[in-house]
């Protein structure tokens, strides 16, 4: 009903890459700009001031009136082996010429054969004869989807021509590698590499890419896990260390992901080889590579084969002794030591990132092998990156209670500016409770001087708390809890000595549902410092205001009777792989209270059905609050992956206006859903000065690196103190507001505005990453849905 | 050319392994025997060999010569070095190199090799070619070993579909006799001995027919007597290197010592972690008691012994952390890779944070929580 339609272009085609995989990562052919009758003529916003940028895209350019050719290759008769069939063909290379592609069945030629059918006799080792018939099925446009693919592969087959290392999707240069010995780490330096049709061009697209690689097995992690854990914990924390992880062997050039860790084998179990006989691990590793295996009791990892081979859908054992881990872990993530030093090495600045790029563009350059290839196939590139003009949308004013605030724009940071202001809707605290252990008595009492100088100022009314001292256990904590917190408890305050991630989840757990009363855990670190303890306070301050229902700042929404929804997900790989979907929907005019609930589902469920449910309440609620319905919904969803706008577009959107029907005949609002994308490879730089800066936050980029087939623009709202800033790419994929382009993206822009736990502009719309954050804390800590009493308020902070 | 796939359709049934893959197994067995550190694979079509001997710990220098570029090409970077042995390098070095150009023709880069393996190769040259084979091979390579492997066509008959020959390419197909009484001359003339064998068993009744791929093992009689030998013929380069990759190896100083800091530097931090651990047993967290220490491993068992001597234990002097050298040096690891105390101070000089006397690793850990 919707008219959105996905062009088939790719089901016919075939030409594969290494890895035989299908999917289509850049989700060409989901056209859904046609369906917007609105934005046909143009996409394109119009405020702001102008600023010159350029990017890391390339132009990709042809012979006029160039076209690849496609033929199906017939065998007669019948040969079944790929090698076989290449071999047979490829003693034809005088009349096909040696420039081709060829995947068993299709071959891609860059010449037009005489006659469109054209017939080979060759002869088998065997002496067999075999007729080859070679025929034209397809003269594909350089525009056409099996030519982007194509593209790619031939990209591909240069970088490996270049000598780098394929690592997952990208390639990488090992022969210069970083070390940092400390955290046993290893960053090499590459590139991500995409060819698509941008709105007027063909373009590549190249960013400089890091793989961090880790300097030891999984057996060595194994070891030292054992050492930090003891017996009782080690499988629970090898399991949540390892699984999910991608790791490297020591005998071939594959990556395997860790679906599971099988205690009861080891490498003296034994295996089917396929020629059915029975083989131990010890035996094939010694036989087939000469690798001796060392340590005979560890337990052997299982990899889940993704794609069917044969039909045969199985699982691979890989030995740990013989297994390197990519890649960081969440745990690397939040050691704050390690990503500093880290970031030393990965967050190059907007000139030294392109000076990078400029080396691999100089390679290809170079390269005489990578040259005469290109030139086969009639290709070539632009050296240089394409520039263009991008807008800066002016900055938005921050109100709180009656003051309007300007902020300066160079730092998207509103902090200064809003000290001491009241806020919005300051939530009493009249009765509260504030756990410690006896050694951080001393910094409790900080916090609670420091908070009680810093709230008056934001109107926050504060009574003395419960002040309760515990022992540093668990059940300790929990049995305070249960004794202690009342229904008319505002929130409980837990300062925690170290960063243990049981106490914290057993904390919240209890608190999100048994007993939903808002919580605050804080690290007693964070408070040991004088210096700092002033601005920890007020930021504790806010944000325990936000978790009770508070509000802090607005800026002007100009549309009225909208709801504004925020959904993404988090997918535990852990235990029992589920699936989290954070959804949050606005309850007020000014955007500054939200409805929030998430939807646990388990693996082979679809997540888009609780969504569904999730909506229903939200307008419930928000009916309640406004008494009406909203006239105009607006839905962010981030957490797409590559690959899935398809079934974005024709499953999650039916279902939204399924829903929208189910509250009455009669009501029909206008809905837009725009997914948000954070993880893309376009990079856009500022020409200041004569060198390159990151643009400033406000900058919108419609134009050029857009696709022609869908109504999108990209958005640099955050800053960032070091590095490259990363546009967020928004694609809207429908849309009945009749809205401007212009009005879809400041309103976009206002969003990124309305995070409470963050001062200052964000990177996406406030409402995903309160989804984020939602989905986040139930995935790792609480593993099921919260209690619903508290859906009215942001406890998640 | 493809010297695997020519037998597979007609004997897969009759071979197991197919018979490929037993040449292949016993040139890998005589490898082990002899343990060659130079290996030359001649006719190495698409390098499925110098594959497999890649992963023999004994080589370390592999070379493949062809005369069809393309066939080595189409496969040649499973040559290369992978991801892992860039992450952990190994204790030999190996350097593969892949050569265009003919057995005909002789080219230094051939010189000074151990094992000089020829797998069906002679039956796909022509007459010339093969007349000036034993004198490029025996004559001017002269390695300690040849290995010779030809069809045997005695065996043909019971080969279905075989007409002529096995393979279109082949320009002729020996018997046994017409093998060995090659093989003797040449071996005669060169001065080597030759022992020959085969795979490929004939079925029970038929053994005179032989093996189906007969083997000639060249052994030379008498050492090299040294350079003379070779600078008696000098000659220039003909062959086309197509392909190198030199294998990261902890012979290599750059690498020997990344794995050095590595070592050291992650072995003081788990000391300086356990030393750590120890101080703040006696606070008030009663989760941290000895009693939930983790039981011994191998790690803290080495920590162990190594502790009783009284000037080797990890101190703390004002916000640092020292960690004596000595005691690091003491580790396996660490010890296996520097071989000497001075070779250790040598490769983390200027890298790794010491004491101002040099004898620490020193942290800092004054920003640190417990």
């Known amino acids: ?797 | 050319m493809d010297r695997n796939m020519q037998e597979e359709f007609t004997q897969i049934v009759k071979f197991q392994p197919p018979l490929y893959k037993q040449r292949y197994q016993f040139v890998k067995d005589l490898v082990e025997k002899y343990k060659p550190k130079k290996v030359a694979d001649l006719g190495c079509g698409d390098c499925s060999l110098l594959w497999m001997l890649k992963f023999c710990s004994c080589i370390e220098v592999l070379a493949g010569l062809d005369i069809c570029a393309n066939k080595m090409k189409e496969k040649m970077h499973t040559l290369s070095p992978l991801p892992v042995d860039y992450l952990q390098p190994s204790e030999r070095s190996l350097t593969v190199t892949l050569h265009h150009g003919s057995v005909a023709h002789k080219d230094p880069c051939m010189l000074g090799f151990d094992l000089v393996t020829c797998i069906e190769l002679i039956e796909h040259l022509e007459e010339s070619e093969l007349k000036k084979f034993p004198e490029v091979v025996f004559g001017f390579m002269a390695p300690s070993i040849v290995v010779i492997s030809t069809p045997n066509s005695e065996f043909n008959t019971l080969l279905p579909g075989v007409k002529l020959y096995r393979h279109p390419d082949h320009k002729f197909e020996w018997s046994q006799a017409q093998f060995q009484s090659w093989a003797l001359e040449t071996a005669r003339c060169y001065d080597y001995s030759v022992e020959f064998t085969g795979v490929g068993q004939p079925p029970t009744g038929m053994e005179k027919i032989g093996f189906c791929t007969q083997i000639g093992v060249f052994l030379r009689k008498y050492p090299q007597t040294g350079e003379s030998v070779q600078s008696e013929k000098p000659t220039e380069a003909v062959y086309k290197t197509v392909f190198k990759a030199v294998y990261p190896s902890l012979k290599d100083e750059k690498y020997l010592q990344n794995a050095v800091i590595r070592e050291v530097t992650f072995t003081a931090e788990i000391m300086k972690h356990h030393f750590m651990l120890k101080r703040a047993e006696c606070s008030d967290d009663p989760e941290r008691k000895p009693k939930s220490q983790p039981p011994v491993d191998c790690f803290s068992d080495c920590l162990g012994k190594l502790v009783i001597e009284k000037n080797m234990e990890p101190f703390v002097s004002g916000n640092e952390v020292y960690i004596p050298l000595t005691t690091i040096f003491c580790f396996p690891k660490v010890k296996r890779l520097c071989g000497t105390f001075e070779k250790l101070c040598k490769l983390i000089a200027g890298k790794v944070t010491l004491s101002s006397d040099g004898s620490a690793v020193m942290f800092n850990i004054e920003h640190e929580n417990e």
């Not at chain 1, 289509?24 to 934005?39: E, I, P, Y």
């Not at chain 1, 394409?386 to 902090?415: C, H, L």
């Not at chain 1, 009455?664 to 609002?669: A, K, N, Q």
């Not at chain 1, 502009?761 to 609480?782: E, M, N, T």
């Open chain 1, 1 to 797: 009903t919707i008219g959105l339609q996905v062009s088939s272009g790719l089901q016919d085609l075939s030409l594969r890459d290494r890895g035989g995989r299908r999917r289509d990562f850049h989700d060409l052919g989901v056209n859904t700009r046609q369906a917007m009758v609105h934005v046909q003529e143009s996409k394109t916003g119009c405020s702001g001031r102008m600023i010159k940028l350029t990017t890391n895209h390339f132009r990709l350019t042809s012979r006029p009136q160039w076209a690849l050719y496609q033929y199906h290759v017939g065998y007669s008769p019948e040969m079944e082996a790929r090698r076989l069939r290449s071999a047979l063909l490829f003693q034809h290379e005088e009349t096909i010429g040696r420039t081709h592609a060829f995947d068993g069945s299709i071959l891609f030629l860059p010449k037009k054969l005489e006659s469109k059918v054209t017939e080979l006799f060759s002869r088998t080792r065997n002496g067999d004869d075999v007729k080859i018939t070679v025929t034209l099925t397809n003269e594909l446009p350089p525009t056409s989807p099996t030519c982007l693919q194509f593209y790619n592969i031939i990209f591909r087959r240069l970088l490996k021509m270049l000598n780098l290392q394929q690592i997952g999707r990208n390639y990488y240069n090992p022969s210069d590698p970083v070390s940092i010995p400390n955290h046993r780490l290893m960053v090499w330096l590459g590139f991500t590499s995409s060819i698509l049709q941008y709105e007027e061009n063909i373009m590549l697209c190249a960013d400089v890419s890091h793989k961090v690689l880790r300097e030891e097995t999984v057996l060595d992690t194994m070891h030292s896990l054992h050492s930090q854990v003891g017996e009782e914990r080690f499988r629970d924390a090898c399991a949540k260390e390892l699984i999910g992880l991608i790791v490297l062997t020591k005998y071939n050039n594959r990556t395997y992901r860790i679906d599971d860790i099988d205690w009861d084998n080891n490498p003296k179990g034994t295996f089917r080889k396929s020629d059915g006989s029975e083989m131990s691990f010890v035996e094939y590793y010694k036989k087939q590579y000469n690798i001796e295996i060392s340590d005979w009791m560890q337990p052997v990892l299982i990899s889940q084969m993704k794609r069917k081979r044969g039909n045969i859908q199985g699982s691979v054992a890989l030995i740990p002794e013989l297994c390197s881990l990519t890649g960081l872990t969440d745990k690397m993530r939040s050691d704050f030591n390690m990503m500093k030093d880290l970031a030393i090495h990965t967050r190059l600045p907007p000139e030294q990132r392109q000076r990078e790029l400029g080396r691999l563009l100089t390679y290809i350059q170079k390269d005489d092998n990578v040259q005469k290839e290109l030139r086969n196939w009639g290709l070539s590139f632009d050296y240089k990156s394409v520039s263009f003009t991008g807008r800066v949308v002016q900055g938005e004013k921050i109100f709180q209670s009656g003051t309007m605030f300007d902020y300066n724009p160079q730092f998207a940071d509103w902090t200064k500016e809003t000290r001491g202001v009241p806020l919005i809707r300051a939530v009493p605290m009249d009765s509260w409770l504030l756990i410690y252990t006896r050694r951080n008595y001393d910094v409790a009492n900080t916090l609670l001087q420091s908070l009680f100088k810093v709230t008056p100022s934001m109107g926050i009314r504060m009574n003395k708390p419960n002040m309760i001292e515990v022992d540093d256990r668990t059940e300790t904590y929990l049995r305070v809890l249960q004794q202690r917190v009342t229904p008319d408890t505002n929130i409980v305050v837990c300062i925690l000595s170290s960063s243990r991630k049981d106490k914290y989840d057993a904390i919240k757990k209890y608190l999100c549902t048994d007993c939903p009363i808002p919580s605050q855990c804080v690290l007693a670190r964070t408070l040991s410092k004088p210096q700092t303890i002033m601005t920890v306070a007020t930021k504790i301050a806010l944000q325990m205001n936000c978790k009770m229902g508070g509000e802090l700042w607005s800026v002007e929404i100009p549309l009225k009777q909208v709801m504004i929804v925020g959904i993404d997900c988090y997918h535990d790989t852990v235990s029992g792989r589920q699936s989290i979907a954070g959804f949050v929907a606005s309850l007020n005019q000014t955007v500054t209270r939200w409805f929030s609930r998430c939807v646990v589902q388990s693996r082979g469920q679809e997540l888009v059905d609780g969504i569904k449910a999730c909506l229903q309440t939200a307008l419930r609620n928000w009916s309640k609050w406004n008494k009406c319905l909203p006239s105009r919904i607006f839905v962010y969803r981030d957490g797409v992956g590559d690959g899935q706008l398809n079934t974005l577009v024709n499953y999650e959107v039916p279902q939204f206006l399924d829903c929208l029907k189910s509250i009455g005949t009669d009501y029909s609002p206008r809905l837009t859903v725009i997914v948000v994308k954070k993880r893309v490879g376009a990079r856009f730089f500022a020409e200041i000065g004569g060198g390159l800066r990151n643009p400033p936050p406000g900058t919108v980029v419609d134009t050029v690196v857009t696709r022609p087939e869908w109504y999108d623009f990209f958005i640099v709202s955050q800053t960032v103190k070091n590095g490259c800033v990363a546009p967020t790419h928004y694609n809207v994929v429908y849309d009945t507001s009749q809205l401007k382009p212009d009005h879809v993206q400041r309103l976009t822009y206002k969003l990124c505005h309305m995070y409470y736990n963050w001062s200052g502009i964000i990177r996406v719309p406030a409402p995903c990453q309160y989804a984020h954050k939602l989905a986040f804390l139930v995935g790792q800590s609480i593993h099921r849905e919260p209690n619903l009493m508290l859906s009215d308020r942001l406890y998640y902070l």
